[in-house]
């Protein structure tokens, strides 16, 4: 499995990465900029990530925004309907509002709420059936 890390707190970062690495190669960006470019990159080279975990509160584009602009990239690509990158907002905010605006209008398929443990991660990934 490849993953996208996508978090500007060095803390987080790695430990996401360190939970990836469990199941596959993971890759990290700090902020949503770098997300959006990495991911078109990981296309580019036919080699796309099956799962992005990607922060709200970033500085310089925010993971709402990044979110908004993968799921453009890949309608533009033609990827089917449900074979898009599994996308797991993480954040460190429970609000109800945040979570509906990521669910729908971001079409974010999980949502964890930090701080993350490996349990947590694990769970996320057999509901969507990348374990």
């Known amino acids: 499995m490849r993953f996208l890390i996508v978090e500007d707190d060095l ?7 360190a939970i990836s690495r469990r199941y596959g190669a993971a890759n ?9 470019e990495a991911f078109q990159l990981a296309w580019q080279e036919q080699k796309p990530y099956d799962v992005i975990f990607l922060d709200i509160m970033m500085p310089e584009k925010d993971g709402l ?4 602009e993968i799921r453009a990239h890949e309608k533009e690509l033609g990827i089917a309907p449900g074979k898009e990158v599994k996308v797991i907002m993480t954040t460190a905010l429970e609000d109800p509002r945040t979570v509906v605006k990521a669910y729908y209008d971001g079409e974010a398929t999980g949502y964890l709420v930090k701080p993350i443990k490996a349990e947590k991660i694990a769970e996320e990934l057999r509901k969507l059936g990348m374990l």
């Not at 925004?65 to 908004?68: F, Y």
């Open 11 to 17: 803390g987080s970062r790695r430990l996401l990465e």
């Open 28 to 36: 990290v960006a700090v902020n949503g900029s770098e997300a959006v």
């Open 65 to 68: 925004e990044a979110l908004t």
